[in-house]
């Protein structure tokens, strides 16, 4: 446990054996076995952050935001449970389910009369590696009824770092698709200005 301690430190360091670490990592084998029924048992929820446009005060746009509300201990916190769902290999799956999910609502709120702006989805790096993500894609819009223009991918920096070639085949399928794609937490790895110019971002969240 400690030398996994180590290794989520960064490497390169020691960490010794705590009392503490023993309650986490516990916590941590319960709620990864209680994520696996999450979805079948419609825990998992989404909200929706609205993009404000400072200028006008309109709805710009909105984020979709993954919430898992644990049926014994209330809302579990992203920070907790999305690193678990990856580490599991369970965020493929609940990747898949938030895409649908946030089409379906935004069908549902056009149906309704309401004009929806954009909603940008948040991919996670395993999502983003799969070579089958761009057909994924296009298989819940055409299955929700949903235009391109209304969704947006946003990865994070770090995911354009590794076999970049791959990266721009990716990007280039979802882009010709008509899905915005956004850069979140720009500046918070190694990234510049300049390199961007190889893939086609269309917005940068700093």
Same mark, same amino acid.
């Given at each position: 446990?400690?030398?996994?301690?180590?290794?989520?430190?960064?490497?390169?360091?020691?960490?010794?054996?705590?009392?503490?670490?023993?309650?986490?990592?516990?916590?941590?084998?319960?709620?990864?076995?209680?994520?696996?029924?999450?979805?079948?048992?419609?825990?998992?929820?989404?909200?929706?952050?609205?993009?404000?446009?400072?200028?006008?005060?309109?709805?710009?746009?909105?984020?979709?935001?993954?919430?898992?509300?644990?049926?014994?201990?209330?809302?579990?916190?992203?920070?907790?449970?999305?690193?678990?769902?990856?580490?599991?290999?369970?965020?493929?799956?609940?990747?898949?389910?938030?895409?649908?999910?946030?089409?379906?609502?935004?069908?549902?709120?056009?149906?309704?009369?309401?004009?929806?702006?954009?909603?940008?989805?948040?991919?996670?790096?395993?999502?983003?590696?799969?070579?089958?993500?761009?057909?994924?894609?296009?298989?819940? @819009?055409?299955?929700?009824?949903?235009?391109?223009?209304?969704?947006?991918?946003?990865?994070?920096?770090?995911?354009?770092?590794?076999?970049?070639?791959?990266?721009?085949?990716? @990007? @280039?399928?979802?882009?010709?698709?008509?899905?915005?794609?956004?850069?979140?937490?720009?500046?918070?790895?190694?990234?510049?200005?300049?390199?961007?110019?190889?893939?086609?971002?269309?917005?940068?969240?700093?």
């Amino acid at each position: 446990i400690a030398m996994y301690h180590a290794k989520e430190s960064g490497r390169s360091n020691f960490q010794f054996f705590s009392a503490m670490m023993n309650e986490q990592a516990t916590e941590k084998q319960a709620l990864s076995g209680d994520l696996r029924h999450a979805v079948e048992r419609n825990e998992l929820f989404l909200a929706y952050q609205p993009v404000v446009d400072m200028g006008s005060g309109d709805i710009a746009g909105m984020e979709v935001l993954l919430r898992w509300r644990h049926p014994v201990i209330g809302l579990v916190s992203p920070v907790k449970f999305i690193p678990l769902a990856e580490d599991s290999g369970l965020i493929l799956k609940i990747g898949e389910w938030v895409l649908r999910s946030a089409c379906e609502q935004l069908r549902e709120w056009q149906k309704q009369g309401y004009e929806v702006p954009r909603m940008a989805i948040n991919l996670s790096a395993k999502q983003f590696r799969q070579k089958s993500l761009a057909d994924t894609i296009a298989s819940i @819009l055409a299955e929700t009824g949903v235009e391109s223009r209304y969704i947006g991918i946003e990865i994070t920096e770090s995911m354009l770092v590794q076999n970049i070639d791959e990266v721009v085949e990716t @990007l @280039l399928k979802i882009s010709n698709m008509g899905l915005e794609i956004s850069i979140d937490d720009f500046g918070t790895g190694y990234s510049s200005l300049s390199y961007l110019k190889r893939f086609p971002i269309n917005k940068l969240k700093i």
